[in-house]
């Protein structure tokens, strides 16, 4: 009896150590990534209607392949050095192109862990199969600053007090060597990032 009971206690334990290491999406969050083809839709009509025709290149260029479902078990070969070129689309331009910048994917079991390692701005988080896809939960941060852990973010707080913000997005496997980050609704510039992962 007294082992069974200590067994109960232990397995409680247990859950509630699990529950309270479960990351919650912010709801403004969680709103954004329901946007996700809607902003993509809004971002590229944009482009196209008022973007050069090296834009529209770009643009389809970034967003052509289609994804492959999430695989926690696959989580591991994504793990490693990328290189990622930033695509902002819509908002204040129809679209800006960013030369590569050097990003880095690490697996901890089925969790894996985003970081932008070069350029002003950055980016750094944590991935997790969700639904079916990879859902990016992160930080948006200036070169110099620290990042904010995501689950610091209060779910209402000004966004125009500074320059580091929550993340939201989908990791995009499309093919062997190739994905991309895609980032809708975020609160500076523009109204879809994505970031091109190659290797």
């Known amino acids: 009896?007294?082992?069974?009971?200590?067994?109960?206690?232990?397995?409680?334990a247990a859950m509630a150590g699990s529950a309270a290491g479960a990351q919650d999406i912010r709801p403004d969050d969680r709103a954004r990534l329901d946007q996700l083809e809607t902003a993509m839709g809004r971002a590229l009509r944009q482009v196209l209607a008022t973007g050069s025709d090296e834009d529209v290149v770009i643009a389809t260029d970034a967003l052509r392949s289609p994804p492959m479902p999430a695989d926690p078990a696959q989580a591991g070969s994504l793990a490693g050095d990328w290189r990622c070129s930033m695509v902002k689309m819509g908002g204040t331009l129809p679209l800006v192109a960013y030369p590569p910048f050097r990003c880095r994917i690490e697996a901890e079991g089925n969790?894996?862990?985003?970081?932008?390692?070069?350029?002003s701005q950055r980016t750094k988080g944590t991935i997790r199969a969700m639904d079916g896809r990879w859902v990016?939960?992160?930080?948006?941060?200036?070169?110099?600053?620290a990042p904010r852990p995501y689950g610091d973010f209060p779910p209402e707080f000004?966004?125009?007090?500074?320059?580091?913000?929550?993340?939201?997005?989908?990791?995009?496997?499309?093919?062997?060597?190739?994905?991309?980050?895609?980032l809708p609704l975020p609160y500076r510039e523009s109204v879809l990032n994505v970031l091109v992962l190659t290797r």
């Open 1 to 12: 009896m007294r082992r069974n009971k200590a067994i109960a206690l232990a397995l409680a």
């Open 111 to 119: 969790l894996l862990r985003f970081e932008k390692l070069t350029g």
């Open 136 to 145: 990016y939960l992160g930080s948006t941060f200036v070169q110099g600053e």
């Open 158 to 182: 000004d966004t125009q007090a500074g320059e580091t913000l929550p993340d939201v997005g989908v990791l995009e496997v499309t093919g062997e060597g190739r994905a991309r980050l895609v």
